[in-house]
Nanobody, 120 residues
Framework: QVQLVESGGGLVQAGGSLRLSCAAS????????MGWYRQAPGKEREFVAG????????WYADSVKGRFTISRDNAKNTVYLQMNSLKPEDTAIYYC?????????????WGQGTQVTVSS
């Protein structure tokens, strides 16, 4: 099992930037695909960005393409989300996700979340 701890959230004005970090412990970090999700008040949790185990592949929700960048440092067991040109609609709790496929079953692990608030 892997444990995930997010940090870096906060309050920022529209147009500003934040960088979220997610530190992993407990298992071999490089065995996991990693991702960021978010949940705004009254809404369901939604996918934001993902990165492959090696970091060679990344994928994004259309709503954040060109503004957010996901990266990872396997030596530091950490995944990052660089968020630029933030908008009020980016306000949400951001969750780090780790996924590993065991045989054919994906197993998902989640952090506790970090609040991002973008003021207009």
């Amino acid at each position: 099992q892997v444990q995930l701890v997010e940090s870096g959230g906060g309050l920022v004005q529209a147009g500003g930037s934040l960088r979220l970090s997610c530190a992993a412990s407990g298992r071999t970090f490089s065995n996991y695909d990693m991702g960021w999700y978010r949940q705004a008040p009254g809404k369901e949790r939604e996918f934001v960005a993902g990165i492959s185990r090696s970091g060679d592949s990344t994928w994004y929700a259309d709503s954040v393409k060109g503004r957010f960048t996901i990266s990872r440092d396997n030596a530091k067991n950490t995944v990052y989300l660089q968020m630029n040109s933030l908008k009020p609609e980016d306000t949400a709790i951001y969750y780090c996700n780790a996924q590993i496929v065991v045989v054919t079953t994906p197993q998902n692990y989640w952090g506790q979340g970090t609040q991002v608030t973008v003021s207009s």
